[in-house]
T-cell receptor, first 116, second 111 residues
Framework: DSGVTQTPKHLITATGQRVTLRCSPRSGDLSVYWYQQSLDQGLQFLIQYYNGEERAKGNILERFSAQQFPDLHSELNLSSLELGDSALYFC???????????????FGSGTRLTVV | DAKTTQPTSMDCAEGRAANLPCNHSTISGNEYVYWYRQIHSQGPQYIIHGLKNNETNEMASLIITEDRKSSTLILPHATLRDTAVYYCIAGAVQGAQKLVFGQGTRLTINP
């Protein structure tokens, strides 16, 4: 157990639907990162939050949005889902916004999203 | 972030040292070298990072060349559980850092 909790572990939904993925960071970590991993794309950085504020953005689609709440958990919202959105979605956390502190990022076990 | 180049795949015998190379010839002075690994479809796992000096922890050793243009991750006594994709990443430690993962090296430990 890495200390980063992601729910749900698996999600199957239809095209056009909206889903919410949840991430609880490791205790004491203020920064949360979201990554998408498709079979043919590798790990793609989506977005980072630090202590409730957005700090960095990657190639995140406009149909996707995220937020970090006062208790530091984060949610990734995916809407108007397409078949190509099927992927593993990982959340990671770190103490500092730059990922240092000796441990780098700690990743969760991911949410496997299947769009049918 | 500097681009890194790694071999696509490598094999190593169980019990031997696994040496994974990484080229980062365009690395800048404030960029660290990070290593992560991903076992099957699990979340990536942090291994080690360094700036200039060689580093060692309970998992591995990191050897960075003097010119910092390349590095080697060493798993001293590889086990079957070390079979994974290993990612070498060069990233700056300033402000909002995002780690950019490449394709990595698929390391297979053979019995």
């Amino acid at each position: 157990d890495s200390g980063v909790t992601q729910t749900p572990k698996h999600l199957i939904t239809a095209t056009g639907q909206r889903v919410t993925l949840r991430c609880s960071p490791r205790s004491g970590d203020l920064s949360v990162y979201w990554y998408q991993q498709s079979l043919d794309q590798g790990l793609q950085f989506l977005i980072q939050y630090y202590n409730g504020e957005e700090r960095a953005k990657g190639n995140i689609l406009e149909r996707f949005s995220a937020q970090q709440f006062p208790d530091l958990h984060s949610e990734l919202n995916l809407s108007s889902l397409e078949l190509g959105d099927s992927a593993l979605y990982f959340c990671a956390s770190s103490v500092w916004p730059d990922g240092t502190g000796g441990y780098g990022y700690t990743f969760g076990s991911g949410t496997r999203l299947t769009v049918v | 972030d500097a681009k890194t180049t790694q071999p696509t795949s490598m094999d190593c015998a169980e019990g031997r040292a696994a040496n994974l190379p990484c080229n980062h010839s365009t690395i800048s002075g404030n960029e660290y070298v990070y290593w992560y690994r991903q076992i099957h479809s699990q979340g990536p796992q942090y291994i080690i990072h360094g700036l200039k000096n060689n580093e060692t922890n309970e998992m591995a050793s990191l050897i960075i060349t003097e010119d910092r243009k390349s590095s080697t991750l060493i798993l001293p006594h590889a086990t079957l559980r070390d079979t994974a994709v290993y990612y070498c990443i060069a990233g700056a430690v300033q402000g909002a850092q995002k780690l950019v993962f490449g394709q990595g090296t698929r390391l297979t430990i053979n019995p």
